[in-house]
């Protein structure tokens, strides 16, 4: 295989996949009755692609299956067939341009039909395929850290399904780059008191607590992100506990260390958290050993973890 870095090339003359057809993302078109233009009726999963390796391809695949099972959209491939057309697309803008580190963003929505509320039957799904070039967090971003506010929960409670519906994620997205921040990390008020944390608009939250890593367990407000069994067996692999479990508002505050972590940002510390240094005593807004011991271990899991 050859390397090609990534080259000063348009993001639209990369090539995509739609329904079956290789072309330019320029010239990809949807019908405007297609129920994901419609009613953002459908799922998503963005794949990180390592040296033209997808990482963790099986966790991304089982996610896929549980988000279309839960809106009852048809799988259109099974296993293989999708490893072997991501394999493709990735070979192809790799050649294209778009460099050997890639996030491969896949969609697949109802279909089209005349606008109707309920769920047609029989329609065939569509199915979209881009992938671009990746460019994580760099040295500089990872020692600086990032900066998060707070917000209240305000979106759905079917944070489970990775939907294309993101209204409520942009909108809290918003929040962050409106007051100079990285990530906003929302707070939800639970049924019988308390305030607990969500997630972060596009990330999984966590903390440090002497010590050890918490994050938030899966349910049906939350995403349950691929970084989650990935972080536990980090953490097992580097002698960190571990725990699944719910944060409380307080403890967020009262953190050693905050982590978000997600596809695009891979893993990165929160180092200031409502315009207040986030930890205690020297390395009060700075990255953290946990953290530190941590990256060091995913920076090996993208090399071991990718086919």
């Known amino acids: 295989m050859t390397h090609h870095p990534t080259r000063n090339v348009h993001v639209g003359e990369l090539p995509c996949h739609l329904d079956g057809r290789w072309l330019a993302l320029d010239e990809a078109r949807v019908p405007v009755l297609d129920r994901g233009f419609m009613f953002g009726d459908g799922i998503y999963e963005v794949v990180p692609v390592y040296r033209r390796r997808l990482f963790r391809f099986d966790e991304h695949m089982l996610r896929l299956e549980r988000s279309l099972t839960a809106v009852r959209i048809p799988n259109p491939h099974g296993r293989d067939a ?8 990735v070979e192809r803008v790799a050649e294209a341009g778009g460099g050997d580190e890639q996030l491969l963003y896949l969609q697949i929505t ?35 850290g990032a900066s998060c506010i707070t917000h209240a929960d305000f979106r759905w409670s079917r944070g489970d399904i990775k939907s ?37 608009s596009s990330s999984n939250v966590w903390i440090v607590l002497e010590g050890a890593l918490i994050g938030v367990p899966p349910s ?10 990935l972080l536990q067996s980090l953490c097992e692999e580097t002698g960190i506990a571990c725990h699944l479990r719910p944060i ?16 695009g940002r891979e893993l990165l510390p929160v180092t200031r958290l409502d315009g207040e240094p986030v930890g205690h005593g020297a390395g009060r807004g700075k990255p953290g050993p946990v953290y530190a011991r941590l990256h060091e271990a995913y920076e090996q899991a993208k090399l071991e973890q990718s086919i």
């Open 248 to 263: 409380g508002e307080a403890e967020l505050y009262a953190a050693d260390e905050i982590l978000i972590s997600s596809a």
């Open 164 to 200: 294309t519906s993101l209204l409520g994620n942009v909108m809290a997205r918003q929040l962050a780059m409106d007051a100079g921040a990285d990530e906003t990390i929302l707070l939800r008020e639970m049924p019988h008191g308390g305030v607990t944390v969500s997630e972060g």
């Open 82 to 89: 999708w490893l072997a057309l991501m394999r493709e697309l």
């Open 220 to 229: 049906g407000h939350t995403l349950a992100g691929i970084r989650l069994e």
């Open 110 to 144: 109802r279909g089209v039909t005349p606008r109707v509320h309920g769920m047609p039957a029989g329609l065939k799904p569509t199915v979209f395929l881009m992938s671009t070039p990746h460019h994580p967090p760099g040295p500089e971003q990872r020692h600086r």
